[in-house]
């Protein structure tokens, strides 16, 4: 009865070993990141021992002879890896070096961001709206806001000022060059990381941002430097501090695209509005650096006088008509000797006159009477 007893107890601890040791052993699932030891290596198969129940394995693709990463391990060596599959049909646990090293690198970018670290980027090539680059080894894009003024200035002097084409020719210049940069904007599952090159510079620092803006008087004239054309408008570096030029401010004229006026990279003088509420960047003006045409209108044109024009615009009520850049008059349907189109040159008198309202009214009939 005894030794039945001692039997037993036996088998009762070599349970607890047993059990003991399976708890030990590690539970792993699809996407765990895991670090384990090289068992064996060679050009069809990584053994790992990653403490589980059965090795892992690292096989397929991940052995190409285009990364020939493998080929540097040996037995013994500790490796981070990435769960593909928490079992296969062998019984080996999947796992998978790129995947490792890829999470590896967005790790170390949401790092660069939390601690605002400079890092560096190679320009690869420009895409639309910014420059493709390698930083980490991921692909990262810098727009083109975001990038020292001293590209526009030299590097990229002569910038184009309208097709996408144009402007990636233009670009080649800064192909192959590292930049010093932060993260700006990070998103791993959208495979976004935005960098930027002015952040990462002292020049472009808070601090120094402040000291310029203290410097800055509203209403005053400041040369800057295009770095970007948006369909809203013109964003201008002003040594450090960005501004922007809306649509609205840059002539009396109806702007179109303000492409048609500037280029990137282009020297302008503004004046100084104020700082934007809604963008947080200074507001600025060219074309209050020229008289407004309508506040001399009543003198120059006053009621009677003959002017000639050319009709820019046809609507329902009537056409009208550029007397100069930035002045436009209306004939109305029923001033008009003749039916008009765009592009006509016509001749016409003045018969109202409203400079603070901006209304100029022309008429032809007057012209038919003569």
Known sequence: MTKAKKVSNKESAMSKYLSDKDLQMKSLHSGDMIEGVVVSANHREVLVDVGAKSEGIITGSELSDADKSYKTLKPGDVIMAKVV??????????????????????????????TGSVLDAVVIEYNKGGLLCDCLGLRGFIPLSHLDRVHFANDVAKFAAGSETELKESLKVLSGKTLRVKVIELDKDKNRFVLSEKDALTSYSEESRKKRLSEIAIGSTIEGI??????????????G????????????????HPSHY????????????????VSNKLALSVKRLTPNPWETVEEKY????????IVNKIVPFGAFVTIEKGL???IHVSEAESPLKEGDKVEAIVIQVDG????????TRGKKEE
């Open 85 to 114: 599959q928490a079992e296969n049909a062998q019984g080996y646990v999947v796992l998978s070096l790129k995947k490792a090293e890829k999470d590896k690198k967005w790790k170390d970018a949401e790092e660069a961001f939390e």
């Open 226 to 239: 295009v770095t970007g054309i948006m369909p809203f408008g013109v964003f201008v570096d002003l040594d």
């Open 241 to 256: 501090v960005e501004g922007l030029v809306h649509i609205s401010e840059i002539a009396w004229e109806k702007v179109n």
């Open 262 to 277: 500037f280029k990137v990279g282009q020297k302008i003088q503004v004046m100084v509005l104020g700082v934007d509420e």
């Open 302 to 309: 006053p009621v009677g006088t003959k002017v000639k024009g």
């Open 328 to 330: 436009d008059g209306l």
């Open 356 to 363: 603070e309202n901006q209304k100029l009214a022309l008429s």
